[in-house]
């Protein structure tokens, strides 16, 4: 009898996060939190405007395990940058021009070709990219929060790494001076190996955000 009741009592209010702790994890996780709202939302001012919405989004919430705390925040910040953006609305048009404004400072140095080409997808494609590959979720979660056909994610995703194959090859042959070798290049070995440092999962702990 008392372990049946045991096993029925939901875990204590210090097992989970508080808006402190939320507002520790986006202060010591500035750089790359700023940089996953940038990337999704493609302009600076949209991105510091989602970066302060994931904030407070997250301090509101008060069942999240501490284990899972980081995650959330991440996921906050996703939720607002299409709470923002819109992508399955807005126009096709790319071409953003970041080098050239405020927020490219706030990028690392060895990350701006990579960035800048994914700030030159699509929207919808950029949103796919960096929740799919970058963040790591599934094909039937990017369909839920961006709203659209769970078979077009992968559709979209493929146009997404042409894109990206495709900029970054043209980027380095021009930095080769015109090397044939280095445009010969597939997207496999130029992807994205030090963006990804900053998309690192959280280890699997075995609970879920309630």
């Known amino acids: ?14 097992s989970y996060a508080t808006p402190t702790e939320f507002k520790r994890i986006f202060s010591e996780d500035i750089n790359s939190l700023y940089l996953l709202s940038l990337l999704l939302t493609g302009v600076p001012d949209k991105a510091e405007e989602c970066f302060v919405e994931g904030i407070g989004e997250s301090t509101k919430t008060n069942s999240v395990f501490k284990e899972w705390a980081r995650s959330w925040a991440r996921r906050t910040i996703v939720q607002s940058a299409i709470r923002l953006i819109a992508p399955t609305t807005y126009p096709e048009s790319v071409g953003n021009n970041v080098a050239a404004t405020k927020g490219w400072s706030r990028v690392p140095v060895m990350l701006h070709a990579e960035v800048g080409a994914i700030l030159e997808l699509a929207p919808l ?28 994610i992968a559709s979209l995703r493929t146009r997404a790494l042409r894109q990206l194959g495709y900029l ?3 980027r380095r042959h021009t930095e080769s001076g015109g090397d044939n070798s280095a445009a010969r290049e ?16 959280p280890a699997w702990t075995g609970r879920v955000p309630q």
Request: charged share 30%.
């Open 1 to 14: 009898m008392c372990i049946a009741r045991k096993k029925r009592e939901r875990p204590g209010r210090d």
């Open 168 to 170: 970054l090859k043209s």
């Open 125 to 152: 494609e950029r949103f796919v990219f960096v929740m799919s590959v970058l963040e790591r979720y599934s094909d039937n979660d990017c369909s839920i929060l961006l709203g659209c056909p769970r078979r077009e």
């Open 186 to 201: 597939n997207f496999a070995t130029i992807a994205t190996p030090l963006i990804a440092q900053y998309f690192e999962p």
